[in-house]
Nanobody
Framework: QVQVVESGGGLVQAGGSLRLSCTASGRTFSNYAMGWFRQAPGREREIVAAISLGGGTTRYADSVKGRFTISRDNAKNTAYLQMNSLKLDDTAVYYC?????????????????WGQGTQVTVSS
């Protein structure tokens, strides 16, 4: 049984930082791309960042480029999302997802297993 669990969300002031963590179990972690998505109230789920199997290739939404960094530690079965210079518009539920395969994708359809989400709230 595959499980994906996020942690690290919370309330932060604009300009601050948060680090999200995502642990996946049940499959060989290093065989799958990983992604972070987010969904704000009234909006569709959108890609934030994605990372390849070994971590050498990453993709970012334009809105977070230069502020967020995705990484992974395959020895710990964990992916991370470092979020700096947070803005009010970053407020959302953040989801970690494990890919269906090796392809690095920014589409939610290419991700098979999802965590329950963690709330990130940025205040002014």
């Amino acid at each position: 049984q595959v499980q994906v669990v996020e942690s690290g969300g919370g309330l932060v002031q604009a300009g601050g930082s948060l680090r999200l963590s995502c642990t996946a179990s049940g499959r060989t972690f290093s065989n799958y791309a990983m992604g972070w998505f987010r969904q704000a109230p009234g909006r569709e789920r959108e890609i934030v960042a994605a990372i390849s199997l070994g971590g050498g290739t990453t993709r970012y939404a334009d809105s977070v480029k230069g502020r967020f960094t995705i990484s992974r530690d395959n020895a710990k079965n964990t992916a991370y999302l470092q979020m700096n210079s947070l803005k009010l518009d970053d407020t959302a539920v953040y989801y970690c997802a494990q890919g269906r395969g090796q392809i690095l994708s920014t589409s939610p359809r290419d991700y098979a297993y999802w965590g329950q989400g963690t709330q990130v709230t940025v205040s002014s």
